[in-house]
């Protein structure tokens, strides 16, 4: 599966779009899809978005599929409603991948990158574009 930021920043924007600080799994839209493709290309983002500390529950469990209310059935997967948030991590990222000129850059010079080099590329880019706002020189 190749990761694809549009779905991961779809994901991410849920949670900021939402009235309060936590949703479930439910209001992320996947788990109703009757497409396996689809399905799975969902649940793999999710777990992308899971493994890299970017969501937690209350207990503030994060890395944690578990925690966050998805488990593996001998069929496909289970959810349950557990209440889960962006972490100042996720806050950070999706507000990165919300700055169109760093989105569109990462996803098409960084397509082939590391998660984590996508984080660090992403944090760099929007601190110039900040300082360049702001008038600050390097």
Known sequence: MQVELDEIKRMLNTFLEAPGPFITIKDLGFVDEEDQEKLDKSIGHFLLIVE??????????????????????????GYTSTPIRLTQTGHDFINMLNQKPVFERLKEE?????????????AALTEKILKEKLGLGN
Not at 67 to 75: D, I, N, Q, S
Not at 113 to 122: D, E, H, R
């Open 52 to 77: 890299n500390g970017l969501i937690s529950n209350m207990n503030l469990t994060t890395c944690d599929a578990k925690a966050v209310g998805l488990h593996m059935t001998p069929r496909n997967f």
């Open 110 to 122: 960084a397509k082939e990158a590391p998660f984590s080099l996508l984080q660090k590329v992403g």
